[in-house]
Nanobody, 118 residues
Framework: QEQLVESGGGLVQPGGSLRLSCTVL????MGWFRQAPGKERDFVAA??????IYADSVKGRFAISRDNTKNTVYLQMNSLKPEDTAVYYC?????????????????WGQGTQVTVSS
């Protein structure tokens, strides 16, 4: 059983930045998702090998990366907007496919709250 642990959430003003981290022991395709109150959990970004994909709503503002020496995946979030407010989850896809489909992710972290507000 893989354990994923997110960190780095918090309160930030509109236009600000945050970097989320997710520690994972295995080498899997990794994704970030987010869930706002009363809404579905939505895809944000994913990484596998040298490839990345992003939701249209975050392209150009968010960047996913990983440091295998630290067993950590990052989500750098810039130019944050109030609509980015959500609980952010990292997830591991053991099939190692680059996908937006949350049903294909096997392991999930506990989530970290990001609030964008003045």
């Amino acid at each position: 059983q893989e354990q994923l642990v997110e960190s780095g959430g918090g309160l930030v003003q509109p236009g600000g930045s945050l970097r989320l981290s997710c520690t994972v022991l295995g080498r899997y395709a990794m994704g970030w998702f987010r869930q706002a109150p009363g809404k579905e959990r939505d895809f944000v970004a994913a990484i596998w090998g040298g490839s990345t994909i992003y939701a249209d709503s975050v392209k150009g503002r968010f960047a996913i990366s990983r440091d295998n020496t630290k067993n950590t995946v990052y989500l750098q979030m810039n130019s944050l907007k109030p609509e980015d407010t959500a609980v952010y989850y990292c997830a591991a896809n053991t099939l190692n496919s680059l996908t937006t489909r949350k049903a294909l992710y096997d392991y999930w972290g506990q989530g970290t709250q990001v609030t964008v507000s003045s």
